[in-house]
């Protein structure tokens, strides 16, 4: 028989399927293969392209796992900017001088153009998009991720908030704000910069930052189940 597959979409916590990570768990789990990751930085828009164009792909029998990202991130030419890496810049990290230019040119941009009003809108109309689509799919094995576990645009809380709950299993474990804050800044970083892996914001497996395990236990998989 064969297996099913499993399809992310989404940002750097949906990005890595080495093992160890949250996604190769999951998979082992559910008995699948990872056929599809996210992308490391990537926008809203992005996600739902790629979801758009793997929608006909995706059998009855597959499993779906979409992130929502946040809408401030943007993609300019192929490359993902976001306020992360503005921020991860003040903290001291120092890109790749090939992205430095880019950057800066990024910051004066969003300065200029973008406000709260045009973040909305561009929330609204893209969820509204993802939600369709992900109602439309072969498979209703379906689960949905975003930061903090909000209500969606139809003003429905059927998302999980994978980093509110990585962050509550860190500040158990006795790390602060700013320790955290650091974490995944500089994580964001090195998603920039392509040098290193995020290991999903969940701390390189074996280290003092893994919490897979933890974020597993509090993970609701009763969607994708058979």
Same mark, same amino acid.
């Given at each position: 028989?064969? *297996?099913?597959?499993?399809?992310? !979409?989404?940002?750097?916590?949906?990005?890595?399927?080495?093992?160890?990570?949250?996604?190769? *768990?999951?998979?082992?789990?559910?008995?699948?293969?990872?056929?599809?990751?996210?992308?490391?930085?990537?926008?809203?828009?992005?996600?739902?392209?790629?979801?758009?164009?793997?929608?006909?792909? /995706?059998?009855?029998?597959?499993?779906? &796992?979409?992130?929502?990202?946040?809408?401030?991130? /943007?993609?300019?030419?192929?490359?993902?900017?976001?306020?992360?890496?503005?921020?991860?810049?003040?903290?001291?990290?120092?890109?790749?001088?090939?992205?430095?230019?880019?950057?800066?040119?990024?910051?004066?941009?969003?300065?200029? !153009? &973008?406000?709260?009003?045009?973040?909305?809108?561009?929330? &609204?109309?893209?969820?509204? !998009?993802?939600?369709?689509?992900?109602?439309?799919?072969?498979?209703?094995?379906?689960?949905?991720? %975003? !930061?903090?576990?909000?209500?969606?645009?139809?003003? +429905?809380?059927?998302?999980?908030?994978?980093?509110? +709950?990585?962050?509550?299993?860190?500040?158990?474990?006795?790390?602060? %704000?700013?320790? /955290?804050?650091?974490?995944?800044?500089?994580?964001?970083?090195?998603?920039?910069?392509?040098?290193?892996?995020?290991?999903?914001?969940?701390?390189?497996?074996?280290?003092?930052?893994?919490?897979? %395990?933890?974020?597993?236990?509090?993970?609701?998989?009763?969607?994708?189940?058979?």
């Amino acid at each position: 028989m064969t *297996k099913s597959k499993l399809w992310l !979409f989404g940002d750097s916590y949906v990005a890595n399927k080495r093992p160890g990570t949250w996604i190769h *768990k999951v998979a082992k789990q559910l008995n699948c293969t990872v056929e599809h990751v996210g992308e490391d930085s990537s926008s809203l828009e992005v996600s739902a392209w790629e979801l758009h164009c793997c929608k006909n792909k /995706i059998a009855h029998n597959d499993k779906v &796992i979409f992130m929502f990202t946040q809408p401030h991130r /943007i993609t300019l030419k192929g490359k993902h900017f976001s306020v992360p890496t503005l921020e991860a810049l003040e903290l001291g990290y120092k890109l790749h001088p090939e992205l430095d230019e880019d950057v800066k040119l990024f910051k004066k941009f969003y300065a200029r !153009f &973008i406000d709260d009003t045009y973040l909305k809108h561009k929330q &609204i109309l893209l969820e509204g !998009f993802v939600t369709y689509m992900l109602e439309e799919l072969a498979t209703d094995k379906v689960m949905e991720l %975003d !930061f903090d576990g909000e209500s969606d645009w139809r003003g +429905i809380n059927n998302r999980q908030g994978i980093m509110d +709950i990585s962050s509550t299993i860190y500040h158990d474990k006795g790390y602060s %704000d700013e320790d /955290i804050r650091k974490q995944y800044e500089s994580q964001q970083y090195c998603a920039s910069t392509k040098n290193m892996t995020c290991w999903n914001h969940m701390g390189k497996p074996g280290s003092q930052w893994d919490i897979v %395990d933890e974020v597993l236990e509090q993970l609701d998989l009763s969607a994708l189940q058979d």
